[in-house]
Nanobody, 115 residues
Framework: VQLVESGGGLVQPGGSLRLSCAAS????????MRWYRQAPGKERELVAG????????NYADSVKDRFTISRDNDKNTVYLQMNSLKPEDTAVYYC?????????WGQGTQVTVSS
């Protein structure tokens, strides 16, 4: 099983990034997918989630109207489009897959928002 995040990097405040998470080794379309993030010295927090079929989503209040989660079940990939980025969005972003009591984590990708 692998979850491989990509797309992180350094961006200026107000900029955009799109994170991708490529999944393999399990039935991607059967799993709820989430993005979490962890900033230095802080606990890991849920950023966004999407149901297995993509019919429902949820977002942290801090990213609503700025971030969008999506998935392509044909490509076994989940995305996080991040717009209007703020310095407080700086964190390591993790991909997470869950089905009932089974879950998997990616290794994370660093996002740094700074001028």
């Amino acid at each position: 099983v692998q979850l491989v995040e990509s797309g992180g990097g350094l961006v200026q405040p107000g900029g955009s990034l799109r994170l991708s998470c490529a999944a393999s080794g399990f039935t991607f379309s059967a799993y709820e997918m989430r993005w979490y993030r962890q900033a230095p010295g802080k606990e890991r927090e849920l950023v966004a989630g999407m149901s297995s079929a993509g019919r429902s989503t949820n977002y942290a209040d801090s990213v609503k109207d700025r971030f969008t989660i999506s998935r392509d079940n044909d490509k076994n990939t989940v995305y996080l489009q991040m717009n209007s980025l703020k310095p407080e969005d700086t964190a390591v972003y993790y991909c997470y897959a869950k089905r009932v009591y089974i879950y998997y984590w990616g290794q994370g990708t660093q996002v740094t928002v700074s001028s």
